[in-house]
């Protein structure tokens, strides 16, 4: 793919890469997609970006950088307390912190994590809005799935890191995948999913 594109509603979006914005925007106009902000430099610096709309709303947001291997490059999850936020995401889930930007400009602080370099990886963007503590999630933001080889150990550690297991780590029914559920402090949730049992998925 040769632009990158990362999604979001107004508190999550999703990212993508591409070499040429304005060249997958037109693709994206072409086939009828909505265009919420054209091709420019981000505001507070010099990347190009853009925004688009799929069918259900949900935005993306197509970034101008060097291919990664996996196009989908980054989540945003807005968050109201950035420290606390990246301590879980580094404690419960074992990411780390790749780097921290401050846009002072615009009243925006943004956290990169995850499990390797931005440039290989797809990682998620914590974004802490000056002021604002809180978010309401609507009904349309579902989860974030991750790979674990212990969805039992994942639980427990979610449970001491300061989250929330909402489904408790065992087999679904029908499959047997081993999973468990869990919510961030802001209320964000994702899936682990056992990394053996999700091969077995795709055989
Ligand atoms: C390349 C990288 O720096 C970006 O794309 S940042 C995009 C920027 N993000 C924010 O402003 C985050 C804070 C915002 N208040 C929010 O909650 O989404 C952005 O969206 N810029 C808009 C623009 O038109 O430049």
């Known amino acids: 793919m040769d632009s990158q594109i990362t999604g979001s509603t107004n508190m999550t979006s999703a990212q993508v890469s591409a070499t ?3 060249r997958t925007v037109e693709l994206i106009r072409a086939k009828g997609g909505k265009v919420t902000r054209e091709p420019g430099p981000v505001k ?8 688009v709309e799929d069918p259900d709303g949900y935005k993306f947001e197509i970034i101008q950088r060097p291919g990664t291997p996996e196009p989908l490059c980054q989540v945003m999850l807005c968050v109201g307390d950035l420290d606390r936020a990246i301590s879980f995401y580094e404690k419960a889930c074992g990411m780390e912190l790749l780097r921290k930007r401050d846009n002072p400009e615009y009243k925006y602080t943004v956290a990169m994590m995850g499990y390797g370099p931005e440039e290989k990886n797809a990682v998620l963007e914590l974004t802490y809005n000056y002021g604002v503590t809180e978010y309401d999630k609507g009904n349309a933001y579902a989860q974030i799935a991750i790979g674990t080889d212990d969805v039992y150990r994942t639980a427990e550690v979610v449970r001491l890191s300061g989250g929330k297991v909402v489904r408790e780590p065992g087999p679904l029914p029908g499959i047997n995948t081993k999973i468990t559920s869990i919510v961030d402090p802001d209320g964000w949730k994702s899936v682990f999913v056992d990394n053996i049992d999700f091969a077995k998925e795709l055989e």
Not at 44 to 51: E, L, M, R, S, W
Request: charged share 0%; aromatic share 10%; glycine share 18%.
């Open 44 to 51: 507070g610096g010099n990347t190009v970006i853009a925004f």
């Open 20 to 22: 040429s914005v304005a």
